[in-house]
């Protein structure tokens, strides 16, 4: 058995199997990109929920893991090494996890670049313009009378909409007939957009009908479907 014990946030969050990769995580955008990841590739994994709404998030054994204090971050007791390796940042979490498993990531080297780019416009792009007009829109900036914060993220958020829709013209998928790690990290935003955060509307979402085309091919994954409710809220992490 994997001794996990010099990793301090195994103390607030224990481990029943030390072989299983561990997952320190919440059913938001960025959190269920890993969680659908090792739901589709198979590799036994064991779930803990980081409760934001108690400030899980700050504890120093969450931080011992992710000084970023962010979801979602794994311990893989069998690192590429041979030794436990700890991984915080989704992106990278995924790409980690394509190599582990080999699947969803293209092995020829173009087909990998290509992937890591549209990761990449996930990360940089779809993820933080999203999540701005979702506070704008549904939380604390809804109550701002200047309304130019919100417009701008909205204009932004169609910009990167378009961007999208045309690269999904005529495939089945980000990379065409393969689907991918981008694909698992894109969708999961698109969903909470026009879901969650209510701005479907706002958006224009029925002017970009490939991304609504591919969001629901990506939604009927049996792997997705679970993976979007794991760890589950209010669960002790098992």
Do not use: C
Request: without cysteine.
């Amino acid at each position: 058995m994997t001794d996990l014990s010099a990793f301090p946030i195994t103390k607030k969050w224990p481990a029943r199997h030390h072989d299983r990769i561990q997952l320190y995580s919440l059913p938001t955008p960025n959190g269920v990109k890993v969680s659908i990841m090792l739901e589709e590739t198979g590799l036994p994994y064991e779930p803990h929920l980081v409760d934001f709404g108690t400030n899980d998030q700050m504890t120093p054994e969450f931080l011992s893991l992710n000084p970023n204090n962010k979801i979602p971050a794994i311990i893989d007791p069998n690192g590429p090494d041979g030794r436990p390796r700890a991984l915080f940042e989704s992106g990278a979490i995924l790409i980690y996890l394509a190599d582990k498993s080999g699947q969803f990531i293209p092995q020829d080297s173009a087909g990998r670049y290509e992937t890591i780019q549209w990761l990449m416009f996930q990360m940089g792009g779809v993820g933080p313009m999203f999540g701005q007009l979702g506070f704008f829109n549904k939380f604390a900036g809804r109550e701002y009378d200047d309304k130019r914060p919100r417009d701008r993220y909205v204009a932004e958020s169609k910009r990167l909409l378009g961007v999208l829709n045309q690269r999904l013209a005529g495939r089945d998928w980000i990379m065409g007939e393969t689907y991918t790690i981008a694909d698992m990290a894109t969708f999961p935003w698109v969903r909470n957009l026009i879901g969650f955060y209510e701005a479907g509307d706002l958006v224009g979402i029925a002017d970009f009908p490939h991304v609504t085309r591919v969001l629901d091919a990506f939604l009927a994954r049996p792997a997705v479907a679970r993976g979007l409710e794991i760890p589950r809220r209010h669960s002790t992490g098992a």
